[in-house]
């Protein structure tokens, strides 16, 4: 889309950042999924080999950071390159938020598994998490595009993860009022699991209002 | 809105046949510091020398449209060059004091301008322009010495109270640090930020970073065209232009 630099290094430099953050994105984007897969069935070796990634994700975000500080010191950059510089400090940091919320649902798992959970609640639940999967994987597709169309489709998303997530509330609510269920804990359980995939909604959003911003040099959150 | 001290409308320039720019219409609004950036050969220091008629040096060199200074056509032929430089005065890419003392590079100015009629007038003037310049502590008890006996940045700072000393409403400077290291660079730069109080600043850099750096207004000139102009921190962040753009962040328009 844009004409290539003069000094060549300059490109490739820019290039690895954002494979840094795509590796990322992918790795984490495993994660919520591997998580979800651990509410309704339980594998401690595996609930540890999510826990595990999150090294990995950290030393990714260390090195977007540590990468992003050597363009700046060696290049310069100004403008939109200064833009596709500093996006992926922050963008490595919402990824590595939903990486943390990702092994948060991943711990509970091990609780769910103590009780009986409600079959329709989960649902639920993994219905949210495809949605925040969706939202994360076309997030990353906008960045490695400069896609602020499909920015802006991901940022119109976050509605229905809250409505979701309110819906899940509700019901929580309905069950407990009714007394329906002698599996408190585990619906509790499931209201906080809910709420991590709200907030990754939130994060997955934030990264499209950083897309917008690398393209278009406009901070959504400060005209919001 | 604010005045602007100088105006070009419709501003063309050529060497003999040729055209260095076409059609400019630029305004320099007082008590800013004003950046001329663009590749070599785009016009901008054609653009600035035109503001005090130094391309006046160049028998081919023509100029046409309107370039006035607080309202008055630069170029009208009944306008004095002499006094218009002492209301526009210049610092170059290399610092060029005379081979004189001191004392005498600054004082030359209200010499030849007759600004200065007493010894004691003369002597604080001096003093004033070295002090604004940020140099007197350096020379004030070496005044008698040569002036290209000072480093690179003094010898430039030098240039700057030469400048100042006829008290000029406008300073043009054409890449004045281009010659010289950074820390020198800072203190011209930081000099630059504490003139503009005073004069209206019109600078061409081919640092992009010191454009950011100085000055509140851009323009960005290529082929001889002013292809944008405006808050300098528009253009180093968002131009609009994509010639700008590429100029700008290295990239092969």
């Known amino acids: 889309m844009e004409n290539t630099h003069i000094v060549k290094k300059f490109d490739k430099n820019l290039d690895k950042l954002k494979a840094r953050i795509l590796e990322m994105g992918e790795l984490v984007l495993h994660q919520v999924e591997d998580a979800t897969a651990m509410l309704g069935a339980f594998d401690p070796v595996e609930v540890d080999r999510i826990l595990q990634l999150d090294l990995t994700v950290n030393g990714l975000h260390k090195e977007v950071h540590d990468r992003a500080e050597l363009l700046i010191t060696r290049r310069q950059p100004l403008a939109v390159d200064l833009r596709q510089t500093l996006a992926p400090i922050n963008i490595a940091g919402e990824l590595e938020r939903i990486g943390d919320h990702a092994k948060s649902t991943a ?5 769910l598994c103590r009780s009986s959970t409600e079959e329709t609640v989960l649902e ?6 495809t949605k925040v999967q969706e939202m994360l994987f076309d997030v990353l597709i906008a960045y490695t595009n400069d896609d602020i169309e499909l920015a802006a489709k991901v940022r119109m998303q976050d509605k229905e993860v809250d409505t979701l997530n309110k819906n899940l509330v509700k019901s929580v609510i309905n069950i407990l009022d009714s007394q329906a269920s002698g599996n408190s804990e585990s619906l509790i359980q499931l209201t906080l699991v809910s709420r991590n995939f709200e907030r990754i909604g939130d994060h997955a959003c934030n990264i499209a209002r950083y897309v917008h911003q690398i393209s278009t040099g406009e901070d959504l959150k400060a005209s919001i | 809105m604010v005045d602007p001290i100088i105006s070009a409308r419709g501003v063309d320039i050529f060497y003999d046949t040729k055209q260095a720019l076409f059609d400019v219409d630029l305004d320099i609004l007082p008590n800013k510091v004003t950046a001329l950036i663009g590749p070599s050969g785009c016009g901008k220091s054609t653009f600035l020398r035109a503001i005090n008629r130094m391309n006046d040096l160049i028998p081919s060199c023509r100029v046409s449209g309107s370039l006035t200074i607080d309202g008055q056509d630069i170029y ?3 306008v004095d060059v002499v006094a218009l430089r002492a209301q526009v005065g210049m610092v170059f890419q290399k610092p060029n004091p005379f081979p004189k003392s001191i004392f005498e590079n600054v004082a030359y100015g209200l010499k030849i301008h007759k600004l200065s009629p007493s010894k004691s007038e003369l002597q604080d003037r001096v003093e004033w322009s ?19 006996s000072l480093s690179g940045g003094q010898q ?3 240039c700057i109270a030469r400048a100042i000393a006829v008290q000029p409403k406008v300073i043009l400077m054409d890449e004045p640090c281009s010659a010289l290291d950074p820390i020198a660079t800072a203190v011209v730069e930081d000099l630059i ?15 992009m970073q010191q454009a950011a750096r100085i000055s509140q207004r851009t323009a960005f000139f290529h082929l001889g065209t002013l292809v944008e102009f405006g808050d300098t921190k528009t253009i180093f962040t968002t131009p609009k232009d994509e010639r700008t753009q590429n100029y700008i962040t290295g990239r092969i328009g």
Do not use: F
């Open chain 1, 107 to 111: 711990k509970r798992g091990r609780i």
């Open chain 1, 124 to 129: 639920m639940i993994r219905q949210m998490s």
């Open chain 2, 76 to 78: 009208d032929p009944a």
């Open chain 2, 130 to 148: 070295l002090q604004n310049a940020g140099l007197w502590n350096e020379v004030s008890d070496r005044l008698d010495q040569p002036g290209n």
């Open chain 2, 156 to 158: 430039q700072r030098l």
């Open chain 2, 193 to 207: 930020d504490s003139l503009r109080k005073e004069y209206t600043i019109v600078i061409v850099t081919h640092s």
